[in-house]
């Protein structure tokens, strides 16, 4: 069974950097023909497509947040991680890390972390 | 980006009754269409890939019909278990982008 954990501060002051990590259990990111995407969810609203990662390290992001993300992918360690950067309040929201299966949609995902923006 | 519209925002039903959420897209996506359920407090959950194949262990009264820029989710008895919001997802094209949810109340 494929499991996704999202970790990182809850907490992050405005004009700062964002960074999760996302330890994947249960199967091999080195392996296989998925990407990885990270979505977040502000509360009470809906699900926003941050962007995604390849086993080999190839990246597409959504245009709206290109300018200020960034993930990487540690096969070694089985993680990937999100970085933003010059965070606002506007990026306060859960954060979800999921197994994207590109055309048939995202079939597992973490339990999400809340992250918080304020000084 | 393509623009995902769910109708009704929400709707009021009762166990037992025949629900369905529509979701248009502002451009043809084939059938790369994905709906997920999410409760409160959870990740979302995948119940319907590619517009109507069913994710395993998803019982059958889902159904997913529709291609091209319409496509529907249909619960045919809806059960205590199914009240939750209901999200679709466009996987044509990048960015990725979902509809705003359809809330599915007592």
């Known amino acids: 069974q494929v499991q996704l954990q999202e970790s990182g501060p809850g907490l992050v002051k405005p004009s700062q950097i964002l960074s999760l990590t996302c330890t994947v259990s249960g199967a091999s990111i080195g392996s296989g023909s998925y990407y990885w995407s990270w979505v977040r969810q502000p509360a009470g609203k809906g699900l926003e497509w941050i962007g995604h990662i390849y086993t080999s390290g190839g990246t597409t992001y959504n245009p709206s947040l290109q300018s200020r993300v960034a993930l990487s992918i540690d096969t070694s360690k089985n993680e990937i991680s999100l970085r933003l950067h010059s965070v606002t309040a506007a990026d306060a929201a859960v954060y979800y890390c999921?197994?994207?299966?590109?055309?048939?949609?995202?079939?597992?995902w973490g339990q999400g972390t809340l992250v918080s923006v304020s000084s | 980006d393509i623009q995902m519209t769910q109708s009704p925002s929400s709707v009021s039903a009762s166990v037992g009754d025949r629900v369905t959420i529509t979701c248009r897209a502002s451009?043809?996506?084939?059938?790369?269409l994905a709906w997920y359920q999410q409760k409160p407090g959870k990740a979302p959950k995948l119940l319907i890939s590619a517009a109507f194949s069913l994710q395993s262990g998803v019982p059958s009264r889902f159904s997913g019909r529709g291609s091209g820029t319409e496509f529907t989710l249909t619960i045919s008895s809806l059960q205590p278990e199914d009240f939750a919001t209901y999200f679709c997802?466009?996987?044509?094209?990048?960015?990725?982008?979902f509809g705003g949810g359809t809330r599915v109340e007592i």
């Open positions: 997802q466009q996987a044509d094209s990048f960015p990725q982008t």
């Open positions: 451009q043809d996506i084939s059938r790369w």
């Open positions: 999921a197994r994207d299966v590109l055309r048939r949609g995202h079939d597992y």
